[in-house]
């Protein structure tokens, strides 16, 4: 499809042209990344800092093909994978409550399979063939994956009922994307449509990494899913993007948690389970945790109504609610 490929040319244009800016008289704040080279980002702040546009020009992280290698990584384990990662039961009823699917042809981006049970009719879009062939439970007579692109989706102008998805704006990892992605829901829905997201948001300020290993080996972290999403949460960069590229996630778990004998020994966890964190270590892709006022605000820039509903009690459910779009502007 010529239009994607164009799309992230766009991207990589812009992304260069501010990292170009950037190198000449550096606005945008430093973030997370140091770099000495293109192996290694975890270099000390003497060795120079590098923003994540810079990193996304660098890796094309986040930008295609290498978002499709760390998917087919992870559906590998995807049966070890849990709450919060995966939506529980909670959340999924969530969806139901808020947007009132059951007539609904709904476009669900990705292909979750708890929500793949949703709406009258469904049409999922993933752009990994992998992980529709090893995750979707299934074509029906009601509902079908087809491979895509969600910035460009393939459906009419202002036609679908709903659109949901889970984690979905966490996965793209630069604010860029994030509002071409709002763009695309707004283009598909009709005037009367709607829209959930589940959020992974982070918090205003990020969390204290000695925090964070303190809750875990006292006990008070409920599944190794939400430990990663809180590690990675203490660790992303400055607006807009508020971004951490995936394999620093695991280096910042490394140095928290050296000894994983003594973690699963503290919280029960299963070694594999925890192991679950290695595939992070070779991913280009890039993550983001904005906090929900930022999502909400870049939101209200394609939707007339945007609120945030909570998705039940489950561990982090506070840091993922659903992002409720509704009134696209056209
Ligand atoms: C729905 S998201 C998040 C799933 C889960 N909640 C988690 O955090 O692990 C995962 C899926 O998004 C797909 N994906 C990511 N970016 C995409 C894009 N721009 N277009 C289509 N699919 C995309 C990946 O291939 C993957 O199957």
Not at 2 to 24: D, L, M, N, S, W
Not at 199 to 221: H, R
Not at 239 to 262: K, M, S, Y
Request: glycine share 8%; aromatic share 8%; proline share 8%.
């Amino acid at each position: 499809m010529a239009a994607p490929f164009q799309f992230f040319q766009q991207i990589k244009e812009h992304v260069g042209t501010v990292a170009a800016q950037q190198r000449a008289a550096p606005a945008f704040e430093p973030v997370e990344l140091m770099c000495n080279n293109r192996d290694a980002c975890h270099a000390p702040p003497a060795l120079g800092f590098i923003s994540v546009l810079d990193y996304a020009f660098e890796y094309n992280a986040g930008l295609g093909p290498g978002m499709t290698d760390h998917w087919n990584a992870i559906r590998g384990h995807w049966k070890l994978l849990g709450p919060p990662l995966r939506p529980p039961t909670e959340a999924v009823e969530t969806y139901h409550r808020e947007l009132d699917l059951s007539e609904a042809h709904v476009v669900l981006l990705g292909v979750t399979p708890e929500l793949a049970g949703l709406g009258a009719t469904m049409m999922a879009v993933d752009e990994s063939s992998d992980m529709i062939a090893g995750i979707w439970p299934g074509d029906t007579a009601s509902r079908k994956a087809v491979k895509g692109d969600w910035l460009d989706l393939p459906v009419s102008d202002a036609s679908v009922d709903a659109v949901i998805g889970d984690g979905c704006l966490s996965v793209l990892g630069l604010s860029t994307a994030r509002r071409a992605l709002f763009a695309a829901i707004a283009r598909v829905l009709r005037p009367d449509g709607r829209a959930g997201l589940r959020l992974f948001a982070g918090p205003e300020t990020p969390d204290d990494p000695a925090a964070v290993q303190a809750l875990a080996l006292s006990g008070g972290v409920s599944t190794f899913h939400e430990l990663k999403l809180r590690v990675a949460m203490t660790a992303t960069g400055r607006a807009p993007d508020h971004a951490i590229p995936v394999r620093t996630i695991a280096e910042r778990f490394d140095a928290l948690f050296p000894d994983r004998q003594e973690l699963s020994a503290r919280t029960g966890w299963d070694l594999p389970v925890i192991a679950t964190i290695d595939v992070y270590r070779n991913s280009t892709a890039i993550y983001s945790f904005a906090p929900p006022a930022q999502l909400v605000a870049e939101a209200e820039a394609f939707f007339n109504d945007v609120r945030i509903a909570p998705t039940g009690g489950y561990g982090l459910a506070e840091r993922c609610p659903l992002l409720v779009l509704r009134s696209p502007k056209v």
